[in-house]
C-alpha cells in the first residue's frame, strides 16, 4: 500500500512564510524602473540578497539604498546585459561576495513598436539581442551557480504579445522575442528540472511603466487597450509583484515551465 503522507496540523502550517526567500541571494536585471524595481522590492520585503543590475549605475545605486534605507539587504551593478563579459563578470561577482545565486529575474526588454516593412535589419537584430540573447546568457551564468547548489528559481519577463499576435501596434520583433522566451522557459525548465531548477516566466499586460510611455500619450490606443482588456484598464506595476514573488519562492516549488499571465484577461478572449 502507497504511503500517503498525514498533512501539516493547522498550528504548524503558514501560507505566508511559503513565500519567504530568507537567506538567498536574487540577481534582477533592469533592476532600476518598472517591473524589475517592484521585483527587487518584492523579494528584498520577502527576506532575499537583491543585487541590482541596471544599465544606469546611479539608478542602481539608488534603489539599492532605497532598500537598505527600508531595512532590507541590496547591493547595486551597472550592467549592460548586450555585452557578455559584463554579465559573466556580474554575476560571478554576486556570487564571490554572497556565495550563491537563488533566484533570477530577466527582466531587460525593448519594444519599437513600428511596421514590419520600416524594420531595418540593426534593428532587428538589436531587439533580438536584447530581449532573447541577453535572457539567454542570464540563465546559462545564473545555472553554474544553481547547478552545483541543486535549487534554483528562474523568473523570466514574457508578455501577453509572446502568445498572440496583435495588439495597439505593429511590433514584430517584440512578438517575436517575446514568444520565443516563453518556449525558451519551457525548453531550460525541462533540462534542469532534475537539478532543482525551477523556470518560469509571467506574461504581463501594458504595465504603466516607461515602456509603454509612449502608448499611454496617445488617447486613441489606450481606449483600444482598455476597451480589448476585460478588466478595462492598463496594469500598475506594482501588479507585477505577487506573480514574480510566488514563481521565486517555495509557495511555487511545483511549478517549472509555466506562463503565468497578469494580463486583466486580454489572453482569455
Known amino acids: 500500500m502507497v504511503h500517503v503522507p498525514a498533512p501539516p496540523p493547522a498550528s504548524a502550517f503558514s501560507a505566508l512564510d511559503l513565500f519567504r526567500v530568507d537567506g538567498q541571494t536574487a540577481i534582477v536585471t533592469g533592476g532600476a524602473n518598472g517591473i524589475g524595481r517592484i521585483a527587487c522590492l518584492a523579494l528584498a520585503e520577502a527576506g532575499a540578497h537583491v543585487a541590482v543590475t541596471d544599465i544606469d549605475r546611479e539608478a542602481a545605486e539608488q534603489t539599492a539604498a532605497e532598500l537598505r534605507s527600508a531595512g532590507r539587504d541590496a547591493s547595486a551593478h551597472k550592467l549592460d546585459v548586450n555585452v557578455e ?3 559573466v563578470e556580474v554575476f560571478e561577482a554576486v556570487r564571490t561576495t554572497t556565495g550563491r545565486i537563488d533566484i533570477l529575474v530577466n527582466n531587460v526588454g525593448r519594444s519599437p513598436r513600428m511596421a514590419t516593412t520600416e524594420i531595418k535589419l540593426a534593428a532587428w537584430e538589436e531587439v533580438l539581442r536584447l530581449n532573447q540573447t541577453s535572457m539567454f546568457l542570464c540563465c546559462r551564468e545564473a545555472a553554474h551557480a544553481m547547478l552545483e547548489q541543486k535549487r534554483g528559481a528562474i523568473v523570466n519577463i514574457s ?6 499576435g496583435g495588439g495597439a501596434a505593429p511590433n514584430l ?3 517575436a522575442t517575446k514568444g520565443a522566451v516563453v ?3 519551457r525548453s531550460l525548465a525541462c533540462e534542469w528540472a532534475s537539478h532543482g531548477i ?5 506574461g504581463p499586460t501594458y504595465v504603466k511603466t516607461d515602456l509603454t510611455r509612449p ?9 483600444y487597450i482598455e476597451s480589448r482588456t476585460p478588466l478595462g484598464r492598463f496594469a500598475e506595476v506594482s501588479e507585477m509583484a505577487g506573480g514574480i514573488l ?4 517555495p509557495a511555487a516549488s511545483m511549478v517549472t515551465g509555466h506562463l503565468l499571465m ?7 478572449i
Not at 508578455?159 to 498572440?164: D, E, H, K
Not at 510566488?246 to 519562492?249: E, M
Open 215 to 223: 502608448l499611454l500619450e496617445q488617447p486613441e490606443r489606450v481606449a
Open 198 to 202: 525551477r523556470v518560469n516566466a509571467i
Open 85 to 87: 563579459r559584463e554579465i
Open 246 to 249: 510566488y514563481l521565486a519562492s
Open 173 to 175: 520583433p517584440y512578438h
Open 183 to 185: 518556449n525558451m522557459t
Open 262 to 268: 497578469i494580463d486583466g484577461g486580454w489572453t482569455a
Open 159 to 164: 508578455s501577453i504579445m509572446g502568445v498572440t
